[in-house]
């Protein structure tokens, strides 16, 4: 059976759960798919961390992977713009495919980076940057082709959500809601990106440039996050008979395409 190697740059709760959805789900990939996939190599900060995968599987030198002959697919779990948007970078140019769930990094200079998988004949996949669960990336590009599409409306970050749905059932601060989420693994650690509406604009970006066939830049972008509603703004909702929730919006006209993000 054919096999195919994978090289895993970042291998935190996402690349720690990709570790394990292959491992789990291996005899099924390999009936569907006619071959098996191969953890070869994960790039770390931290060697002496336990990690799901063995030690000889680890290493701190992105190069190893990058110039891994038996390593055809790269999976980029790092987040963040640097490294991350040079080592796709130097994949790309090595051969490689990639695969990526990096919103931001999509969203800033995801026109940057298809145009060289273009030039080097390789493939970049970046379903997971946006509700890969569903998923929504695919349906636009391909089912929705024959389709003009004018408007974009959602809820497309959990954490939010989350916290908001919390805040007006409960009546929670946004601090205790929070917490409460971080505790629960809905939230991470930092969650500026999510609070501060950052996290659900990249989305919309990506989304919006696909839906309208433009290139939506983040910079004209509004971004307004939930860091200023309180538990009274959810009562007077709720007396008003609606409810509040962090929405993406994005609108495609004849005066222009509109894309915000706000509660």
């Known amino acids: 059976m054919k096999q195919i190697g994978i090289g895993i740059l970042g291998l935190g709760t996402v690349g720690t759960g990709l570790c394990k959805l292959i491992a789990e789900n291996q005899e099924l990939i390999e009936k569907r798919l006619g071959l098996s996939l191969d953890l070869k190599l994960a790039l770390v900060r931290d060697l002496k961390r336990k990690r799901i995968l063995p030690q000889g599987r680890l290493t701190t030198d992105p190069k190893r992977i990058l110039q891994d002959p038996e390593i055809q697919i790269i999976v980029e779990v790092m987040g963040g713009m640097q490294p991350a948007k040079d080592l796709i970078i130097q994949a790309l140019k090595a051969g490689k495919t990639v695969v990526t ?53 959602g809820i497309i970050n959990g954490t939010t959500n989350y916290i908001l749905s919390k805040m007006s059932q409960q009546g929670s601060t946004l601090e205790a809601a929070l917490a ?39 910079e004209r972008v509004h971004v307004e996050g939930i860091g200023k509603i309180q538990p009274v703004d959810l009562k007077y909702c709720q007396d008003l008979g609606y409810t509040l929730k962090l929405l993406a919006i994005g609108k495609n006209s004849p005066a222009g395409i509109e894309v915000r993000v706000h509660p």
Do not use: C
């Open 101 to 153: 769930a990096n919103k931001e990094l999509i969203a800033r200079s995801g026109h940057e980076l298809l145009t060289l998988a273009t030039e080097t004949g390789q493939d970049l996949y970046f379903e997971a940057s946006v509700a890969g669960g569903i998923p929504i990336i695919r349906t636009l590009k391909e089912s929705l082709t024959a389709n003009k599409i004018s408007g974009l409306y």
């Open 180 to 218: 409460k989420a971080q505790e629960q693994g809905y939230a991470e650690a930092d969650p500026a990106s999510d609070i501060e509406g950052w996290d659900a604009a990249y989305k919309l970006a990506i989304l919006a440039s696909i839906a309208f066939g433009s290139r939506v830049e983040m």
